[in-house]
């Protein structure tokens, strides 16, 4: 993997793995996944034997399977897990793609309770005026002071400038 690429990877704060289609062998993990699995030196072991425990088989969760039969390279679903490698429950997002002419699975992961986390220290701030917003999908999450103030339909709104 080229190392300007790689670099980035390794500096996000979400799970990334990218695994063979194929055999299941890890190509790459990034960093943050390494350090919320506590795991040195995946690359080249088989992802069940390593993140899960006492695995002999690919998982009966494994979406691989499923996304060959059903779906388009690039097309991704979204599920969510409970690891029992770790006990942390995941927001995954599966998919597969083209990656140096071989077809690879690229699994992305963010620890759901973290992002719990983050609202509940929304909704108990001492800052009345401090909220969430996801960019991706302009899905915002406001606090309860700024819903009553600013006379919002609730505390998640899509499209919030309809209200400004």
Known sequence: MEKKFKDILDRLCINICITDADTY?????????????GIDNPEGKICWEILQENQMGPCSFCRIPGLKECCDEGKTVQWKEKSLK??????????????????????QSYD??????????????????????????????????MVRE???????VENPMVYW
């Open 86 to 107: 770790n006990n942390k429950t995941y927001d995954n997002y599966e998919s597969l793609i083209r990656w140096n002419g071989q077809l690879v699975h690229l699994h």
């Open 150 to 156: 600013f006379r919002f339909p609730g505390e998640i």
């Open 25 to 37: 062998k890890i190509i790459f993990m990034n960093q943050n996944m390494k350090k919320d699995y």
């Open 112 to 145: 759901v309770y973290s992002s719990e986390l983050l609202y509940e220290s929304l909704i108990h701030s001492t800052d009345d005026y401090i909220y969430l917003s996801n960019t991706k999908t302009g899905i915002f999450r406001y606090s309860p002071a």
